[in-house]
């Protein structure tokens, strides 16, 4: 069983940036491919961004790749999101996920470990 947990989340204002972090409790980390899910109250879960077990690839969301970063530190077992110029639509609850085989990022039901989530609320 692979544990996540999110961490990084708060309150702020547009414009502002944020780092979350998800760190996994187990060592097989480097083996499983990452993702970034958020859900905004009233909304579906959606996809944010992704990064391969690698770091050799990433992927976002159209609508966000802009003003985000993904990476990971397979060594510390921790992946990051950097968000850039937050604004108050990007309030949510963002969760990380990991994904044990390649492919087909954007569908959260192929994601077999999910943490808890973490709050980002951006004040106008």
């Known amino acids: 069983q692979v544990q996540l947990v999110e961490s990084g989340g708060g309150l702020v204002q547009a414009g502002s940036s944020l780092r979350l972090s998800c760190a996994a409790s187990?060592?097989?980390?480097?083996?499983?491919?990452m993702g970034w899910f958020r859900q905004a109250p009233g909304k579906e879960r959606e996809f944010v961004g992704a990064?391969?077990?690698?770091?050799?690839?990433?992927l976002y969301a159209d609508s966000l790749k802009d003003r985000l970063t993904i990476s990971r530190d397979n060594a510390k077992n921790t992946v990051y999101l950097q968000m850039n110029s937050l604004q108050p639509e990007d309030t949510a609850v963002y969760y990380c996920?990991?994904?044990?085989?390649?492919?087909?990022?954007?569908?959260?039901?192929?994601?077999?470990?999910w943490g808890q989530g973490t709050q980002v609320t951006v004040s106008s």
């Open positions: 187990r060592g097989i980390f480097g083996t499983y491919n």
């Open positions: 990064i391969t077990w690698n770091g050799g690839r990433t």
């Open positions: 996920a990991a994904k044990r085989y390649s492919g087909n990022y954007f569908s959260s039901s192929l994601y077999d470990y």
